[in-house]
């Protein structure tokens, strides 16, 4: 699933269940969560323009205005970037955890264990910043694996991994937006039964879709994660 978002993670002490977010997203809406398709065009590039920035290591990537009198969806969504601001400062405040991350590529399906999945490969710690009246997303680090993934991988499929080797393999992935994802593909293919869809490789960012998990579990086979 080629989606992107930016959540709120914990690095407390892992969830495996589907409360985990994650793990198991049912959708963005009430959850804290912008799904990055709602970007686009609203700046006048499109939502994946935002994300080959963030794989090119930009230090500072454009989002939308502030306020625009012209387009309610800018000051909807600029609402929704104040109170997920507000809320990475208030835990960055509270316990110095990073809390803000964009989030991509998604893998869904469920593992041998009936663990249902729906959730993102790759996390990029970020913070966001108004600069000249423009919301702006600020990476703070590398991308890296989402741990949470790994660790309900490791115990689904009784299976250990050198987690510091592995993480260290997808820092080093290349900046390149193209070169990128075949890394990830590559990385996928020598270390996890993960299958990801072709659409990685096209140049744009698709909606995350709503659902949950009683509907997830019926759908989903058994051992296929994509």
């Not at 990537?61 to 306020?67: A, G």
């Not at 208030?90 to 590529?105: H, M, N, V, Y």
């Not at 729906?118 to 919301?135: F, G, I, M, V, Y």
């Not at 660790?151 to 993480?167: P, R």
Request: with cysteine.
């Amino acid at each position: 699933m080629a989606g992107s978002i930016f959540q709120f993670y914990s690095n407390k002490l892992t969830d495996l269940s589907s409360r985990n977010k994650s793990l198991y997203i049912p959708k963005t809406e009430g959850n804290g969560v912008l799904d990055l398709q709602e970007l686009d065009f609203l700046n006048g590039e499109t939502a994946f323009e935002i994300l080959r920035k963030a794989i090119l290591g930009k230090k500072k990537i454009s989002l939308i205005p502030e306020v625009d009198p012209r387009l309610g969806e800018v000051n909807r969504i600029s609402k929704l970037l104040s109170k997920i601001a507000f809320r990475d400062q208030l835990i960055q405040e509270e316990t110095g955890d990073q809390s803000l991350f964009l989030a991509w590529p998604f893998l869904e399906g469920k593992m041998m264990n009936g663990k249902i999945l729906r959730a993102p490969l790759l996390l990029l710690p970020c913070k966001l910043e108004k600069e000249a009246q423009n919301w702006t997303l600020v990476p703070t680090d590398t991308w890296q694996l989402n741990s949470a993934l790994i660790l309900a991988y490791s115990h689904g499929y009784q299976v250990k991994f050198d987690s510091e080797t592995l993480q260290e393999q997808f820092q080093d992935l290349s900046s390149d937006p193209i070169e990128f994802r075949i890394g990830i593909t590559k990385l996928l293919e020598a270390n996890f039964p993960f299958q990801l869809s072709s659409t990685l490789f096209e140049d744009r960012i698709t909606s995350f879709p709503n659902s949950q998990v009683s509907v997830d579990s019926s759908k989903f086979q058994d051992g296929k994660v994509v």
